[in-house]
């Protein structure tokens, strides 16, 4: 997952694969919500590692439920709710046959304090289900959360006898629910479905804790997002509860409902997070299809039908029970007019293929979009206007023309994961426009590795792949300030001073022989070498750790022999160019920008004075307990810079582009703030 700060794409140009889907997030609270709410213990499978399933996580350890992980599954053993609508609160059962809840808050102590981050699918239903299930609670979030409407919510459960309290701003979190005295289930329980459907669904899920008898909940006024009461129904149904329903406005949970587990149960892949890479394959599924596995035509996800709407605009889309594959079909896309309140979280990326669009596209009961991570209705707009789009947005729709010209942008992101992953689809704009997207790790929420899965499935011209180089002499700190700035990028690094010393380890261990007779062989062996540079400093081959290995004197030795062999050479420079992989590379060497990239957009060649650089080899060595002298280093230095500076093939200098940069006096950090800033004057939409 990328940590940086921001990420810039390259302009891309076609797309082609296979990728993966995580879980759904709305499938996988639920199911560890109920799985904490049934008796006994339940296997989830295929879970969705995110930051809201953390969240949840957290939480049900917190209330006492065992959660242990099992290979690449979970199992949640429950707080075993009494049957027949037993009510727990403050360590005791209300009626024979319960038992207490396993972990309650202490009487007369302070409450159980629960942070759900802005996790909605954790905060309303365990804002439900807690106060029913008895204890003093409060639960709070990050500040959007805080900002998210919950108070529709809080009413309907106040009408049962629930006592809910506000910490900050009425009808919004943070919480404090308190034990409450009595219930009162015999008249109808009404909830708004005109903003969330997760006070249906909350109510839904925390209910059946309480089903002495039958217990009826009414929508008042028309209820958006239905796909996701769908999923709702469709879980609790596995759980063992059977709501019967009239149309979309009246729900019955039947008396005597009890959870029940079904010992083992599938967490479905994230249809929503499918809508990215179909909409990636309508746009630039040019000569081969994407193919998206984890979910298919037979989901019971709603945002299924985000696939009818990219039909629409031109899509070519085959199915099967578990895959999608899709490539382009009509271009440019289709203008289209469409009611979304059947696929609202979906619908974002729509306003995204919009701008590839025909004319313009209108999308139409959105105003859900308002009370998500973030006002997604004025973002959206905002955000899309920086392309070059016209938007006209309105209380409840979209209406994106697009863009005459183009422009290139930092896409602000709001800390809401769907932002970024939607536009990044922007990227493959036919003018080439550079993109920024702010705060790329926001994606975490639900699908943590977005940008790894989308560059392994998408192509563009090797001169569109960015690439600093840091060429310099020995012990001017080159690897240093590569990493550091790869790091801060969320770059590729490449130390290609290693790569010697690798192909004379990875031959050894080949069992060839370091010399003439086997030139050739070293040779294909190095070309085909599977090499990552972490910027943490180690150096995997094949996957092992190599670091320490390579940092021997006989792999140093090794090192000379095979750098001595012609045809290896140029076998690692083709090995070294292949590390230009998006999103972008930061390679250090001693002829990086003049013979392995001569087209980076940025050369830097950094330097410092030999006394500089034989203090700093000095304190290497002697913290690792060799014994050596400032002077004999400091010779030994000016040696190799003659040496490298006049050998015949590639000699060491700086490119005729490249910015010098003597570090002599400057921290790491001071470094790698310059190269940054050059980076920065760079970009395109620096100055935006």
Known sequence: MFSTDFLDLAPLEEAGGTVVLPGSKSISNRVLLLAALSGGTTVVHDLLDSDDTRVMLDALRALGCSVEEQGGSIAITGMAPPPSGGRLGGGRSDVDGGRPHPNPPPEGEGARKLFLGNAGTAMRPLTAALALLGGTYELSGVPRMHERPIGDLVDALRQLGCRIDYLGNEGFPPLR?????????????????????????????????????????????????????????????????????????????????????????????????????????????????????????????????????????????????????????????????????????????????????????????????????????????????????????????????????????????????????????????????????????????????????????????????????????????????????????????????????????????????????????????????????????????????????????????????????????????ALQQGFRRLPGLVADGRDMGTVIFPDAQLKVYLTASAAQRAERRHKQLISKGISATLAALRADLEARDHRDSSRAVAPLKPAEDALLLDNSGQTVEESVAQVLRWWEEKQPFSTK
């Open 177 to 573: 629910i308190h034990p409450a005295t009595a219930l009162q289930l015999d008249a109808p329980i009404a909830v708004r479905g005109d903003v969330s459907s997760q006070f249906l669904t909350a109510l839904l899920m925390a209910l059946p804790l309480v089903a002495s008898r039958d217990v009826v909940i009414e929508v008042v006024g028309e209820l958006i997002s239905r796909p996701y009461i769908e999923i709702t129904l469709n879980m609790l149904q596995r759980f063992g509860i059977a709501v019967r329903r009239e149309g979309w406005q009246r729900f019955t949970i039947p008396a005597g409902s009890r959870y029940r587990s079904p010992g083992e149960i599938h967490v479905e892949a994230d249809a929503s997070s499918a809508s990215y890479f179909v909409a990636l394959g309508a746009i630039a599924g040019v000569r081969q299809p994407v193919r998206i596995e984890g979910v298919g035509a037979g989901s019971i996800q709603g945002d299924i039908r985000f696939v009818e709407a990219a039909r629409q605009m031109g899509a070519d889309v085959a199915s099967g029970p578990n895959w999608l594959e899709v490539r382009r079909g009509a271009w440019p896309l289709k203008a289209v007019d469409l009611d979304c309140n059947h696929i609202p979280d979906a619908a974002m990326t729509l306003a995204v293929m919009a701008l590839y669009a025909d004319g313009p596209t209108t999308l139409r009961n959105i105003a859900s979009w308002r009370v998500k991570e973030t006002d997604r209705l004025a973002a959206m707009a905002t955000e899309l206007r920086k392309l070059g789009a016209d938007v006209e947005e309105g209380a409840d729709f979209l209406r994106v023309r697009p863009p005459r010209a183009w422009s290139a942008a930092r896409i602000h992101t709001y800390d809401d994961h769907r932002m970024a992953m939607c536009f990044a689809l922007a990227a493959f704009n036919p003018a080439g426009a550079h993109l920024r997207i702010e705060d790329p790790k926001c994606v975490g929420k639900t699908f943590p590795d977005y940008f790894e899965a989308l560059f392994s499935v998408v192509q563009t011209s090797r001169p569109h792949i960015p690439v600093i180089c840091v060429d310099g002499p020995t012990a001017s700190g080159k690897g240093t300030l590569a990493s550091e700035v790869a790091r801060r990028l969320g770059y590729h690094y490449l130390d290609s001073g290693a790569l010697y010393r690798i192909t004379g380890l990875a031959a050894t261990r080949a069992g060839l022989v370091l010399d003439e007779a086997h030139e050739h062989s070293i040779a294909k062996l190095a070309g085909s070498l599977d090499i990552v540079f972490s910027t943490a400093g180690r150096v995997l081959l094949s996957g092992q750790d190599v670091t320490d290995a390579i940092r021997t004197e006989e792999a140093g030795m090794n090192a000379s022999r095979v750098s001595a062999l012609p045809a290896v050479r140029t076998a690692l420079v």
